[in-house]
């Protein structure tokens, strides 16, 4: 059961500002989401390995040359807020 | 710090690689350029850009595992840490977590709990009051250092003392430098240091709780940062309080430490292994090859100049340990080898022990003088080849201890060539030995008094005689014959 | 003249532009009058008629459609989301780029679930896409505008995405071929990340011969995408027309004892194991012991990996922000609340519990333990087989809105596709008959699955071939008038 409490932790840590309704909508679409997830309760998985890759591959590297970097002009045209060259933001101090 | 208890340091340290490009994109580093001039789609976290690992970081950060003794991974994984901040442009940052490169080494008594590979953030500026939006305080970010690769050190709680610590970092930062895989410099942010400070009762076993402390860009201040949060764990618990887990933040300006905002969430991070990489398998070669590249490190070359070059343990610790300090002896050593072979002389030039005393000795001391802290001879006017030169005409009793001290002073100052200063200002040794026995006398006459307590058996009253013929000679004349002189005269010899 | 353009597959279309019987501008702009009447919002952004281009290249200026997933310069792409509402991405991915050199032309971007995250393409930030062999159903999803496009003859062809079936599960609702190559075969570079370990790029075509084709050109290493690899040897065009000596097992767990199967979707499927049968092939049931609990795994490890991919859309560097009291935080909320859908939220919050202090080991670790278990049983059964087969979807096209208030009951839909994702491995869908709903109405199309072991693309387009020759579906729906 993931109650209001938990939603709105986990909605915090996600940034995500949800609305009251959401908020219940969400603790009840949770919870039966994750009853079903735990059927994999059932399964013994001791000493199983974990996968979190598919691929067998080891040490894909880059060698360390220098490729063009994107003009500036260019890197703030899609920001929200440029200014002086930057991405302005509130304050995380603030 | 009250009785009965000890001090528990770690210490995390971020060390920016000086590869030529970002850890996971093609960007080169930068150095102070425009803000967002060194940036690309990946390393702005563009929607459906992946990162790829530099070769170079990975070859870099194999080298400070090997010269930290530690024990490569067979195979590390990179994972992501997820926290929300605008310097971060992905939502996480790639690191390593459960799997580092390497791990359990020992640096002189300090032993490494782990080394790891990530990737630096952005850079916030604050604009305060200046910068409002909306009403509130506003911060632009810079992403030209975000991405930059880092090899992340964490030491075990071995060190006791803020003095220590210093100490050690200092070493770390020497060893690091010698493999020329950083800069190193901590005013810069190169070399960036954290310390994990508790307090425990002496020969407990566990720890206290911890505060972590960050933000001191000098080894000053991370000795200073130590102090002044060891003597505030020390107050709370003598006054029966309890330490807080908490970070503060070390302001240099007031040396004042300011607790971070107290975490209203505390954090979760989240780590799950990161998709878009595989994993870092270091084969034979790549170990061999990080191996092969490892340069004399401080502790050999300790043990060297102490064996080799029969220098005293301080002064070989001194030389070894100090990047700074070794590197211009090297250079000095060099150039005085050198110098000699081109003479043809039979000797080695100066010896190693009167370079490495002018060095750590009156060179230093000069330098700290002139400036202030941290001293880099290499950044002063004087050459080491001009140092050399200088030891070796001491040596070859060229000019006298005093006089050299002078020339030394106008190397400081304007630097050149030792030989032209000393021809220029007529610091020549004197040699004729009939002047001196004249000015001696004359010296005698005019301090009678001194004269009459020698005589009296009190060989300590010869001072002012010695002063005045160094005087007359413009310090030209050598000290120890001087004094066998004036007793010769005396008819004390 | 134009109907007929329509309806050639692309392999057959080359070979007229070759021999110059048809010029590539007039095979390009009939489709791109037939897109810009999409009726369908199979689009999201389309080329103009009348534009010139190169007809060089193996694919000689043919258009294709591309799902807005993967970036292209200068040309919006927003991956369905309002959260990147505007964004003109400053460079090509991969995929798309090699079609380009290859000579294809970019004829629009289709429309999808929100972030490729849903299977009916209701998820979509600019609406939903309508299923052209019913417009009261849902065309599938997440690739649902790329299958409903191909279908609809608005595109001879197109690339989607599949993670755990987005790919497939729409070529079934629509009556198209769908493959989803082995997990590295095709680059991700520039492909909106949803689940990094899963996602996939693949072809939506009307037949396997120009899935063949399409997956030969895409395929390939890059160095961009550390674990795209390709494909050794290539991509061989499909030949085959008989299926002796090729042993196919038939996955309990996937088909007979699958929950909610429907009735017309598992007479197809036994009539397609009868045709297999027929050519030669030898078919008997297998196990996949894990198989069931894939769903499970899924939907937790897609959406904690989601979570972190969808972290970057904070309002900071591209994309709109949203007006906030000057309190970063509220800044980053609102942006997000306001940025994404519901089913993104959902997955959102579902992959952030999942992985929290905690619950990790409860739920993520396991995951990733059962995915080791789920291509462990692959491996296992490819001993015995030479491919595995099951019905695409338990279900054909569902109507709008039918499962938009029961989020489980969506994710259902990808049951039978969701293990092969897990397990990296290729799997192909292709239309092998029409069977009514459960419950009645007119008959829609069904898709049959053949997984194959890793980067057997080759010899699963070859069988896929020869199946799909003797199945002779008729890919045309019947709104679209007769064939020819
Ligand atoms: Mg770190
Ligand atoms: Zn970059």
New binding site residues.
Partial sequence: MIDRKQVLHVARLARLELTDEEVERMSGELTTILDHVERMDELDLDGVEPTSHVVALENVLRADEP?P??PREQVLEPAPDPAEGAFRVPSPQA | MPDGYESVIGLEIHVQLSTR??M????ELSFGEEPNT???????AHPGVLPTINEQAVRYGLQIALALGCEPAARSIFHRKNYFYPDLPKGYQISQYDIPLASGGRLGEVRIHRVHLEEDAAKLIHLGESGRIHGSAASLVD?NR??TPLVEIVTEPDLRGPAEAREWAQLLRTTIKQLAVSDVNMEEGSLRCDANVSLRRAGAAELGTKTELKNMNSFRFLERGIAAELERQGALLTAGGQVEQETFHFDPRTGALTPLRSKEYAHDYRYFPEPDLVPLAPTQEMLSAAREALPELPAERRDRYEAELGLPEVTARQLAFDAELGAYFERALDASRRGAAAKGSAGDGAEPKVIANWVTGELVGRLREAGDGEVDPASSKVSPEALAALAGMVESKQVTTGAARQVLATLVAEGGDPAEIVEREGLTQMSDAGELEAIAERAIEAEPGAAEKVRAGNPKAIGPIVGAVMRETKGRADGGEVTRLIMEKLGLS | MSADLLGLSVAEALRRIEAGGLAADEYFDAYAKRAAADELGAYLWRAEPGQAGAADGELRGVPIAVKDIFCTEGIETTAASRVLEGYRPPYTATAVRRLADAGARLLGKTNMDEFAMGSSNENSGYGPVLNPWDRERVPGGSSGGSAAAVAGRAAPWAIGTDTGGSIRQPASFCGIVGLKPTYGAVSRYGMIAFASSLDQCGPLTRDVGDAALLLRVIQGRDACDSTAIGIEGGVALPSRERLEGLRFGVPRELSADAEGIEAGVSEVFQRTLGVIRELGGEVDECELPHAAHGLSAYYVLAPAEASANLARYDGVRFGPRADSDGDLISMYERTREAGFGAEVKRRIMLGTYALSSGYYEAYYGRAQRVRTKIAGDFQAAFERFDYLVTPTSPTVAFRLGERTANPLAMYMSDFCTVPMSLAGIPAISIPAGLAEPDGGGSELPVGFQIAAPAFGESGLLDAAHALERAIGFDTRPPAMGPQG
């Avoid at chain 2, 060194?38 to 702005?44: E, S």
């Fill in positions: 490729r970097s994107w | 490009t970002k996971f994109c093609g960007c060194h940036t690309c789609p990946v390393c702005l992403f975000g991405g």
